[in-house]
């Protein structure tokens, strides 16, 4: 005699439908939020930066320093602010290697690792906001509390000091 079992063995689990997160729109140069009746990707109000996207928690305001990083952690823009902040000027740092810009504030510390992860996953869309502790590359004894988190369109990192 053979038992048989009617339950499958292996069954589709639905994942918990996702709240959707607001998004908010700001400049990556001055971090002026548009008029939402807007068309343009470029800032109406510096003219200098394009419109990006990021989680209503993330998004930064105007005058705030951030940095945009993308993919291959190359910076793609840095604010008015950060430029100041970091002293550089944006096209000085773009096209370079995040860490020719910013480096994790403990030298002995694991972050360094973190760093270049949380940028990766946050350039390719992943949800959430990384605080990390950095300071300028060139510049000792300084500390910058940071938090990583996704902007776009195109997809990159945010990170907002």
């Known amino acids: 005699m053979t038992a048989t079992n009617s339950r499958r063995a292996l069954s589709v689990v639905r994942a918990p439908a996702a709240e959707p997160q607001s998004t908010l729109a700001f400049c990556g140069h001055c971090g002026t939020r548009p008029d939402t009746e807007s068309e343009s990707r470029v800032c109406d109000a ?38 100041s902040l970091l002293a550089t000027r944006e096209t000085d740092a773009v096209n370079r290697h995040v860490t020719e810009l910013l480096v994790p504030a403990e030298a002995e510390s694991p972050d360094g690792q973190n760093l270049a992860v949380a940028v990766t996953w946050a350039a390719r869309g992943d949800s959430g906001n990384r605080p990390v502790t ?21 997809r990159a990192a945010l990170i907002t000091f």
Not at 57 to 80: K, W
Not at 141 to 149: D, E, P, Q, W
């Open 46 to 83: 510096c003219g200098l930066g394009l419109i990006l996207h990021a989680d209503a928690t993330a998004a930064p305001r105007e005058g705030d320093a951030f940095v945009v990083v993308d993919g291959s952690l190359s910076i793609c823009a840095v604010s008015n602010t950060a430029e």
């Open 134 to 154: 950095l300071r300028p590359a060139n510049t000792f004894g300084v500390r910058l509390n940071a938090k990583i988190s996704s902007c776009g369109p195109p």
